[in-house]
Structures are given as C-alpha cells and as structure tokens.
C-alpha cells in the first residue's frame, strides 16, 4: 500500500532532477551566448537573427561581392560590340525598339518611307547625349535648309554609348547592318574617348589598349574560369545551408530553447568558417584571372607615350576609313565629326563660373586630350583628303561666352548641343 506513494515521489524527483539540469545547461547556454557575442542576448534577439537571414539572398550571405557595382552594374558584356547598357527598360518594349539591342533611343529601322531619313548617331557618351538632346532638333532643322531633305520626317537609330571608343563604332555598325538595319545618314562623333581612355582605363591595367575600357574588370563578372564557377556553386551551398540552420532552429518552440541556439551558432561558424576558406579560394583565383588572355588581350609594348598616342590615332583613322567604306556599300552618306573639348588650348573662352564647372585640375583624362588632340587634328586632314566628309569641331564653342561644358570630362549641356547640331547640320549643306 505504501510503494504507489513512493513511486511517485522518485518520479517527482526525477522530473526535479531533470528540469533543474535543463534549467542549469539553459543558464550555462545563455552565459556562454552572452559571453561571446558580447552583448545581453534574448531568445527574441537570436530569433531575429534568424528571420533576417532565412530571409536575405544567397548572395548577401556569401561574403563576397558577386554583383557589378557603378557602371558596371548599368553595362552587360555584349559578343561584338564589347557592351552595352541596359536601363530603363519599359515595360512595353516593342521587338524592334533599339533598346532591346543595347543601343537607343530609336528603333531598329530595316526599311524606311519614301519620306524618311534614318539618321543613325555614333559615337561614345556625347553622341549618346547629343541624340537626346535639343541637338539632334538643331541638326535637323538646319539640315531641313537642304532641299534634298525639305519636308522630310527624320528617323533616328541613336547606337552612342558612354565609353564607347573605335573599333567599336564600326562593330556596332556592322552588328546592326547585318541584322538589316537601314541608314540614309551615319553620324559618328567622337575622338575624346580615342585618347583618353585607352592608358587610364586599359594599359595602366595591363590590357590591350583597343579592348573596350576596363575590359578586365568586365571579364571578372563572368566567372569563365571552370574551377572559379565550382567554388561559386560551394559558396552558395553553404550559403543555402546558413539558411536552412536559421530556419530549423527557429521553429515554434525550438526558438526559447538558449540551448538550441548555441547548437545552431556552433553549427552556423563551422559553415560561416567554410565559406570564408572557400571565399579566399575564390578571391585568389580571381586575382590570377585578371592576368588572363580573356581579360588582357594582346601583349603590346609601346617605345613611349608619343607612340602610343600615335597608334592610338591610327586605329581612329583606320576605323573611320572602314566606317566610310561600308557607307560607300550600302548608298549611305557617312560623316565623322571630331568633337570639342574643354581640355583644348584655346578652343573656348570661359568665365570663371563655367571652369569651376569645366575644368579640373586633376582630371584624370585631361593630360590625354592635352595629348592627343593636336595628333587628332592633324590626322583628320588625311581624312578630308580621302574624300570623307570629316568636320573638326574642336572650334566649335571658341566666340561663346555662354556656358556650353557641364562637367569635367567633356559633356555639353543643351546650348553646347544645340551649337554643335547647328554646325553638323551647316557644314553638311556647305558640301551639298
């Protein structure tokens, strides 16, 4: 009669024992939380913790950066032009807008009215403004004097993109010509970026000088190493397992429990230390990537800087004369003009509110254009005597007082635009 009561009592004491020993690993738990993450931690804190990573890409959780940033992030590898940017996409984009191309504003134009005339603009980041801009309106109606275009309805496939330098003026327009594009006029303005950016942006790299700028950073993002895209897949993985501890060890009732958190924080730095050692891997591999042929191109040596801005001008006149040549093909009139800049002895008169905007004293392209402007002017006489109707607009802004340059490397706001379109478009009628 008396063994039923003394069951339950070593029951009792059990349960006492038991939950005494849970309570006192719980305490040792927290005390060992709070010990090494240095802070007052609650079951409500690591909870958090947890929500916040089961919730953040896979890419976030590695701990390297795997996305482009700045203009990198904008402008996407393209196989023949180098590349192209992609913003602003609308959601209503048409097969045939440029801009499903990479280029634009405009469409891809394959055949045109009686009464139209595909204009087609060239060039790197002051073409690309210059179409967009009242510059555009000031060459056409200017050029509109002509009787040849009177009444006429202009159609524009601009193709400018900032950073844009020769050869790849003329792969756009074979890229575009074999897709059937149709042009009337091809307007290719360009010469700043020819000299400067080939040594800032390539061979201060240790990249060919005519690969599109900054080649070798572009090439990193495509992980085109085989061993570099195996560790990303290992990166990822571990990165998915982070996630799937945070999630398992927050469960309804797992979450209160200090003793599951330490488990899942000793579990979530053996995989964090993972990811590390394979995040190292990575960055090491992509150091020796950056030396490779698909990143650097061509090895060439140059005797000093007044030969490279000599072959740097070469590749400017061979490009143009080709561009001339497939005009020639296809029945186009092709026009190369040399744009200005503020970093030309002479060529403009400023006050002292405009060089506070346009020029910079240590502009990194301007040294470039101190450079390679005088070659490019004299080069452009080889131009005019093989018949290419090359217009040299270094002068262009030289008699105005009023603000033309809106920034320190070579853009023009809407009066420097609307004053070169006017001259494009008077110069053009001078040869009629």
């Given at each position: 009669m008396n063994s039923t009561p003394f069951s339950w009592l070593k029951y009792g004491q059990l349960i006492g024992l038991l939950f005494g020993v849970l309570?006192?690993?719980e305490l040792l738990s927290w005390t060992g939380l709070c010990v090494v993450e240095k802070a007052w931690i609650t079951p409500k804190k690591l909870s958090d913790e947890r929500k916040e990573m089961h919730k953040a890409s896979l890419e976030q959780l590695a701990t390297i950066q795997q996305e482009p940033v700045g203009m990198f992030a904008r402008e996407y590898v393209h196989p023949y032009v180098g590349f192209v940017e992609r913003t602003n996409i609308p959601e209503d984009m048409q097969e045939n807008d440029l801009i499903n191309y990479g280029f634009g504003p405009g469409a891809l134009i394959r055949k045109a009215e009686e009464n139209e005339v595909v204009v087609g603009i060239f060039g790197g980041s002051v073409a690309y403004y210059f179409a967009q801009?009242?510059?555009?309106?000031?060459?056409?109606?200017e050029l509109q004097k002509d009787p040849k275009y009177a009444g006429k309805t202009l159609r524009l496939m601009a193709t400018g993109t900032p950073g844009f330098k020769q050869p790849q003026q003329l792969m756009t327009l074979n890229y575009l010509l074999s897709l059937g594009a149709h042009f009337d006029i091809i307007i290719n303005i360009d010469g700043f970026n020819e000299v400067a950016l080939p040594k800032a942006d390539n061979i201060n790299r240790g990249v060919f000088a005519f690969f599109p700028r900054e080649?070798?950073?572009?090439?990193?993002y495509l992980d085109l190493d085989p061993e570099m895209r195996l560790i990303s897949y290992r990166i990822l993985n571990q990165s998915e397992r982070r996630q799937w501890l945070a999630q398992i060890f927050d469960g309804p009732v797992i979450r209160k429990s200090m003793t599951a958190s330490l488990v899942w924080k000793v579990l979530d730095t053996g995989t964090r230390w993972q990811l590390r050692r394979s995040t190292q891997a990575y960055l090491s591999l992509k150091g020796l990537s950056h030396h490779?042929?698909?990143?650097?191109?061509?090895?060439?040596?140059?005797?000093?800087?007044?030969?490279?801005?000599?072959?740097?001008?070469?590749?400017?006149?061979?490009?143009?004369?080709?561009?001339q040549n497939i005009a020639d093909g296809i029945g186009a009139l092709y026009i190369h003009v040399l744009q200005p800049n503020q970093y030309l002895r002479d060529s403009k008169l400023m006050s002292e509110a405009e060089k506070a905007v346009a020029m910079q004293e240590n502009q990194p392209y301007a040294q470039a254009a101190l450079l390679g402007y005088p070659k490019l002017i004299n080069a452009g006489n080889q131009l005019r005597g093989?018949?290419?109707?090359?217009?040299?607009?270094?002068m262009v802004f030289q008699s105005t007082k009023d603000q033309t340059y809106k920034d320190s490397c070579c853009h023009y706001n809407e009066l420097g635009n609307t004053i070169l379109g006017e001259a494009i478009g008077?110069?053009?009628?001078?040869?009629?």
């Amino acid at each position: 009669m008396n063994s039923t009561p003394f069951s339950w009592l070593k029951y009792g004491q059990l349960i006492g024992l038991l939950f005494g020993v849970l309570l006192l690993v719980e305490l040792l738990s927290w005390t060992g939380l709070c010990v090494v993450e240095k802070a007052w931690i609650t079951p409500k804190k690591l909870s958090d913790e947890r929500k916040e990573m089961h919730k953040a890409s896979l890419e976030q959780l590695a701990t390297i950066q795997q996305e482009p940033v700045g203009m990198f992030a904008r402008e996407y590898v393209h196989p023949y032009v180098g590349f192209v940017e992609r913003t602003n996409i609308p959601e209503d984009m048409q097969e045939n807008d440029l801009i499903n191309y990479g280029f634009g504003p405009g469409a891809l134009i394959r055949k045109a009215e009686e009464n139209e005339v595909v204009v087609g603009i060239f060039g790197g980041s002051v073409a690309y403004y210059f179409a967009q801009s009242d510059g555009l309106h000031a060459f056409w109606n200017e050029l509109q004097k002509d009787p040849k275009y009177a009444g006429k309805t202009l159609r524009l496939m601009a193709t400018g993109t900032p950073g844009f330098k020769q050869p790849q003026q003329l792969m756009t327009l074979n890229y575009l010509l074999s897709l059937g594009a149709h042009f009337d006029i091809i307007i290719n303005i360009d010469g700043f970026n020819e000299v400067a950016l080939p040594k800032a942006d390539n061979i201060n790299r240790g990249v060919f000088a005519f690969f599109p700028r900054e080649w070798q950073r572009r090439v990193e993002y495509l992980d085109l190493d085989p061993e570099m895209r195996l560790i990303s897949y290992r990166i990822l993985n571990q990165s998915e397992r982070r996630q799937w501890l945070a999630q398992i060890f927050d469960g309804p009732v797992i979450r209160k429990s200090m003793t599951a958190s330490l488990v899942w924080k000793v579990l979530d730095t053996g995989t964090r230390w993972q990811l590390r050692r394979s995040t190292q891997a990575y960055l090491s591999l992509k150091g020796l990537s950056h030396h490779s042929y698909a990143a650097t191109g061509p090895s060439e040596k140059y005797a000093d800087d007044d030969a490279l801005y000599d072959e740097m001008v070469a590749v400017w006149i061979r490009s143009s004369e080709l561009m001339q040549n497939i005009a020639d093909g296809i029945g186009a009139l092709y026009i190369h003009v040399l744009q200005p800049n503020q970093y030309l002895r002479d060529s403009k008169l400023m006050s002292e509110a405009e060089k506070a905007v346009a020029m910079q004293e240590n502009q990194p392209y301007a040294q470039a254009a101190l450079l390679g402007y005088p070659k490019l002017i004299n080069a452009g006489n080889q131009l005019r005597g093989e018949g290419i109707r090359y217009y040299d607009m270094t002068m262009v802004f030289q008699s105005t007082k009023d603000q033309t340059y809106k920034d320190s490397c070579c853009h023009y706001n809407e009066l420097g635009n609307t004053i070169l379109g006017e001259a494009i478009g008077r110069a053009m009628r001078a040869e009629r």
